[in-house]
Structures are given as structure tokens and as C-alpha cells.
């Protein structure tokens, strides 16, 4: 017997659709970025777009421990005509912003469910989100005090991973 219900099943579907979604959105920018030779933010949107995948699998693979059906949904074509660094960043950011509205959303689900199981799983993004917001924001900042965007990706390091 499955254990996890069809609408939290379909819920965290739909969950991973929004990894992968950001996952388009980061590679997207990541090849804008290198066909304007900013190579290392180019790397920096690349390593996010990876990690994006991961938190897909993760979903994925919770879905299958639990007996569920895990299904990909159809993924939208993401931006490609950006206008600058600054666009890319500040999107990023909000984007970040509204996935973890997102995982909020799925704690509160299961809560309603009353689905035990999953806690542990998403207090992992939970916790994740934080970081992702504090990296993407961190960004953003440290594009507007460089003002030169050049400069800026040269100082772009990615530690982490
Ligand atoms: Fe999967 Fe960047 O959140």
C-alpha cells in the first residue's frame, strides 16, 4: 500500500516540476551569461542549474519510497532574451523567493494531511531555501556595489557544492 495520498502525491508532482522549471531558467541564463563572456557567472548559473536537478531526484526518488507514481509535468520554455546581468540576477532571486513560498506551501499540505512522513524531506528544502535566497540576494548586492559587470564576474566565486 502507498504511503502517501494521491493529493500529496500530485502535489509533490507538481513540486517537481518547479525544480526542473528552475533548473531551464538557470541553465538559460547560465548560457546567456557565457555567450557575453561572463564565464565565471556563467559557471556560478550552471552549478545552480545541477543543483536544481538534484532537488528534482530528490522529490522523485521520496515518491518512489513512498509507493507513489512520480510523474514529470510539461516544462515551459524559460526566457532566453535577457537583457542584463542585472535582469538575470534580480530573476533569479525572485524566483528563489517563489519556490520557497512553494515548499511553504507543501509543509502546510502536509500538515493538513497529516502526513508524517515527509517531514524530514521538507524540512531539507526548507532549510535549503534559506540558503538559496541568501546566495541569490547576495548576488544581487554584490552586482550593484561593482557596478562594472565585468569585474563583477571576475570576482564571482561559487564555494559551496
Ligand atoms: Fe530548488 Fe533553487 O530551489
Known amino acids: ?61 521520496y515518491i518512489i519510497d513512498v509507493g507513489g507514481t512520480a510523474k514529470i509535468p510539461a516544462i515551459p520554455e524559460p526566457k532566453s532574451d535577457w537583457e542584463s546581468v542585472k535582469e538575470i540576477l534580480e530573476t533569479g532571486y525572485a524566483h528563489e523567493q517563489y519556490i520557497t513560498g512553494k515548499i511553504h506551501e507543501l509543509v502546510t499540505l502536509a500538515e ?16 535549503e531555501q534559506i540558503e538559496e535566497e541568501a546566495s541569490a540576494s547576495e548576488l544581487v548586492e554584490r552586482q550593484a556595489a561593482f557596478k562594472n559587470d565585468m569585474l563583477f564576474d571576475q570576482h564571482t566565486v561559487r564555494n559551496e557544492e
Open 112 to 127: 493538513e494531511l497529516k502526513d508524517y512522513n515527509p517531514r524530514e524531506l521538507l524540512q531539507w528544502f526548507v532549510t
Open 1 to 61: 500500500m502507498a504511503l502517501i495520498s494521491e493529493k500529496f502525491n500530485e502535489a509533490l508532482n507538481a513540486q517537481i516540476g518547479e525544480e526542473l522549471n528552475s533548473a531551464y531558467i538557470y541553465l538559460s541564463a547560465s548560457i546567456w551569461l557565457k555567450e557575453h563572456s561572463y564565464n565565471k557567472l556563467s559557471s556560478w548559473y550552471f552549478t545552480q542549474y545541477n543543483e536544481e536537478l538534484s532537488h528534482a531526484y530528490k522529490f522523485i526518488n
